[in-house]
């Protein structure tokens, strides 16, 4: 797909790259190209258009299928772009101490020494010029370049929120503790990113950055509890299933939020989309209803009221207690009930769903779905970004809201019959698969990846023979995808899923053809993976 021809046009499209299926990745000459074609998606949008996000050098656009995304492809070459009008978004002043952890490395590799660098970091105006990774995340470019510093060789597994930090030209504030891979020079107490607010994010693209240097920070009050999961009050939540034990991770999911890409939130949501559909159908819910999403066994929750229930993914024994009822004499009685068909859990009877034989995530669903509050426009929990509600706890009750599609359940079905050794997942190379050799594409896919005991819905970090690439530098951040296969330095693949940072600054070798994310989702933690290029690629890669 892409079209060298155009390189040299300034105000045209100089190349789209393909993303997986149904994602192209435009390249432009610069940040105004960038936010030229950016404004111009926004304003009319292209037939098969779902989501649109620039980046430093790049537009990624995301369809709604792989035929419109080779659509767009072609019709972004032919575009003619015009200078936006600038924004003004007014001043943000970042109180900052200057303390982070790569705070003396970076002096080293600028030459400033620390003192020089925070001079050199307070002594200008920052402007947002684009938001991506994490919500109120805001890439900020400065006056000069005296600042430029490589990304990490490999990447922080936890960065704490607040920290203040550097990568290539740009600079940053992580409004939330999670992965990341820029040099940290200092902390503020400032809060990037509030949902309470008209305008969640504190810096948005357009406003201008002053950061000053103090002794201390004034840590912001932290955000009000918010009742478990959406949780009603006692009072109004007279049906609903009560968490006995929410297992190793359980957490409540629909099918995500769609096209909020440009505020830094990636969709999120179920990461077994099929799963949860199915499970969804069996008790006559809508398919995007919320759900359970459970991984490993382990969930125990009690029905208060009758309800109808279903599970779905990976195949487990599920159990059913009925308590012992003193005053009638009644005894403890247990029964089993299969996976992907609708049974009763009567009031007060206890379902326990058991460790998987095969798989990793299981998917509960209840009539009616799980009523949690809708945050953007959906109940997914984003595990990265901390919007959606929090992993459930033991205790919490939750109450069952009235997304029913069908007046009757549906008949059972038959499941999909999961790996249980080594996992095959279909790739197509790129975006950045010039920055390898062949010889590192071969040993991709010619070898079995590990999954660590590090990941999680962010990701799946892979343990094998390391890469190599061909190509030294920096990559400015772009978008990127679920599915995409991000290569930090030291050669060990990264598989980006659900809660994935929207953007990245990693080169991705190849990106896992959409339909096979759901099997994807399966792969436990000690499984095993291996990577082979789509029959798709060629239908991918045409012009």
């Known amino acids: ?45 292209l037939p098969g258009q779902q989501d649109v996000l620039a980046a430093a050098e790049t537009v990624m656009v995301r369809a709604e299928s792989p035929a419109a995304a080779r659509r767009i492809g072609r019709i972004l070459l032919e575009l003619d772009l015009t200078a936006p009008a600038p924004q003004d978004g007014g001043l943000v002043v970042i109180d900052t101490v200057y303390d982070g952890d790569d705070l003396a490395e970076v002096g080293k590799l600028t030459g400033l020494g620390v003192e020089g660098v925070i001079a050199a970091h307070c002594g200008q105006t920052w402007t947002v010029a684009f938001a991506g990774f994490a919500p109120g995340f805001g890439y900020m470019v400065g006056e000069n370049q005296s600042l430029e510093v490589p990304r990490r060789s490999s990447p922080r597994t936890a960065v704490p929120a607040g920290s203040v930090a550097l990568a290539g030209n740009y600079s940053a504030v992580y409004p939330r503790r999670s992965p990341g891979g820029w040099q940290l020079i200092g902390r503020t107490g400032a809060r990037m990113w509030d949902l309470r607010r008209p305008e969640p994010a504190l810096a948005s ?28 009050p006692a009072a109004q939540a007279s049906s609903g299933l009560r968490v006995l034990s929410p297992g190793i991770q359980s957490l409540i999911e629909d099918l995500g939020r769609q096209g909020h890409s440009a505020l830094g939130v990636s969709a999120a949501g179920a990461l077994d989309r099929a ?13 995007s209803a919320a759900a359970i999403e459970t991984v490993s066994g382990g969930l125990k ?6 309800q109808v229930l ?4 990976a195949p487990s ?8 009822d003193a005053d009638s004499g009644e005894a403890e009685q ?6 992907a068909a609708p049974f009763a859990l009567l009031d007060g009877e206890i379902l326990t769903i058991g460790v998987p034989e095969a798989g990793f995530r299981s998917y509960l669903a209840v009539r009616g779905g799980v009523a949690s509050e809708p945050v953007l426009g959906s109940r997914s929990t984003d595990t990265m970004s901390g919007i959606g509600p929090p992993p459930l706890a033991a205790g919490q009750l939750l109450p069952v809201g009235a997304e029913t599609e069908s007046g009757v359940v549906g008949s059972p079905e038959v499941q999909p019959d999961y790996p249980r050794g080594l996992t095959v997942l279909d790739i197509v190379p790129g975006p950045r698969a010039d920055w390898f050799d062949q010889a590192a594409l071969d040993s991709l896919c010619g070898q079995d990846w590990t999954v660590k005991p590090e990941s999680n819905r962010v990701g799946m970090r892979l343990q094998g023979t390391p890469l190599q690439r061909s190509r030294a530098g920096e990559l400015p951040s772009e978008g990127t995808v679920a599915g995409a296969i991000q290569m930090p330095p030291e050669g060990l693949p990264v598989l980006f899923l659900a809660d994935h940072p929207i953007t990245g600054g990693y080169p991705v070798i190849g990106v896992v053809v959409d339909h096979q994310l759901d099997l994807a989702a399966q792969v436990p933690i000690g499984g095993r993976i291996r990577f082979r290029i789509s029959p798709e690629y060629k239908t991918v890669a045409m012009s």
Not at 317 to 323: A, E, F, H, K
């Open 275 to 287: 799963s949860l559909r199915r499970a969804n159908r069996l008790v006559g819910n809508s398919p």
């Open 1 to 45: 797909m892409a079209h060298p021809a155009q390189a040299d046009r300034p105000g045209r499209v100089r190349s789209v790259r393909p993303v997986g299926t149904r994602t192209v990745l435009a390249e432009l000459s610069g940040l105004q190209d960038v936010l030229a074609l950016q404004a111009a998606l926004l304003e009319a949008p």
């Open 334 to 339: 247990r029964r089993t009930v299969p996976v």
């Open 317 to 324: 024994d599920l159990s059913v207690l009925t308590p012992s």
């Open 301 to 306: 929750v009690q029905a208060v009221g009758d």
């Open 205 to 232: 693209p357009g406003h201008r950055v002053r950061f000053r240097a103090v002794r201390d920070i004034v840590q912001m009050p932290p955000e009000p509890a918010a009742a478990p999961g959406g949780e009603q």
């Open 310 to 313: 279903a599970v779905a993914g």
